[in-house]
């Protein structure tokens, strides 16, 4: 272990523990970082750099993963499921949506922000749909929306961008359509359905969207589409030829409580250290181990003087 390290652990030790504002950011994480926008999404693409995203839905965990260097904080209606127990991303309301990406822009700083539009907020009309775009942008401050759908979205897409609303497409296998598709499966896997993903990326690159999710799809399929358009693909389950790739926060973490899908990587076992966490509190109050006296505020001395004194006279008036 590193010096620094060492120290940062010994500066937590001697804390004993606080607020998450007191121990997150105590050394900054690499070189100073410019702000992300969706120009300079582009311009990695141009320069065959590796664009990384993460969901976050939090002011904790956006803020970790901004400082962490991710270039696109994503407040995905994966929510539904990871935080609020839903057990698709159907359910999940605009309201819901707007709270937690509120909550992620106090954490954001240098990524990109981007939030999804849930089902419903955009399927009843355009105008309806620029309405609700707009909420994210001047009551959540989000930087951009993502919304699902090819081809048929892209007039859709255009009136949003009219409305100075960047946008970000999602195409492939598409979550809120998981009853029109009859579950979650990889999409374009036929030769009419690769076409039919190519024309809908298209669409997207030529309404002007910020960036394309291709979720679910070959990785064949992926690579020509990334090939063939200007704007940036961020993948997820569509193999390693994209411009950039995205996760779930709480898959990379085992947060979730389901087996996880075939693209998942776990970079740490955030739900162990929880458990272990609570059992080892849960131990200690019932051995009477916490709190300590050193967990313990006391009166000062002058006080406790005082009422020694009070109670030394209530004693003697009892006998």
Not at 208 to 226: K, S
Request: glycine share 8%; proline share 4%.
């Amino acid at each position: 272990m590193t010096s620094s390290v060492s120290k940062i652990w010994q500066a937590l030790s001697a804390r004993g523990g606080g607020a998450l504002e007191d121990i997150v950011s105590l050394i900054p994480l690499g070189e100073p970082r410019q702000k992300i926008t969706a120009a300079s999404l582009r311009e990695k693409k141009f320069r065959n750099e590796p664009i990384t995203c993460l969901t976050a839905y939090d002011y904790a965990s956006a803020r970790l993963v901004d400082e962490a260097g991710i270039d696109i904080v994503l407040v995905g209606d994966s929510l539904a499921m990871t935080m609020l127990g839903y057990d698709n991303t159907l359910s999940v309301t605009i309201d819901e949506m707007l709270h937690h990406a509120k909550a992620a822009r106090r954490g954001v700083k240098n990524a990109f922000l981007v939030a999804d539009m849930p089902y419903g907020s955009y399927h009843v009309s355009e105008d309806e749909a620029v309405r609700n775009a707009a909420r994210f942008v001047k009551e959540a401050g989000v930087e951009a929306v993502k919304v699902e759908g090819g081809e048929k979205r892209a007039n859709l897409i255009r009136r949003i961008i009219d409305a100075e609303i960047p946008v970000t497409g999602h195409i492939g296998l598409t979550p809120q359509s998981v009853n029109v598709m009859g579950g979650y499966k990889v999409q374009g896997k036929t030769l009419s359905a690769a076409e039919q993903l190519m024309r809908d990326a298209v669409a997207l690159d030529r309404a002007g969207v910020a960036c394309i999710y291709l979720e679910g799809i070959p990785r064949e399929v992926a690579a020509m589409i990334t090939a063939e358009v200007e704007t940036p693909t961020i993948g997820i389950g569509a193999g390693p030829v994209c411009d950039g790739q995205v996760l779930v926060f709480h898959d990379i973490l085992n947060l979730t409580f389901g087996p996880p899908a075939k693209f998942v990587r776990r970079y740490a076992d955030a739900a162990a250290l929880i458990t272990h966490a609570a059992q080892s509190f849960r131990a200690d109050v019932i051995s009477h181990q916490y709190p300590s006296d050193k967990e313990s505020y006391h009166l000062p001395k002058e006080t406790q003087a005082a009422l020694e004194t009070v109670l030394s006279r209530k004693r003697a008036m009892r006998r």
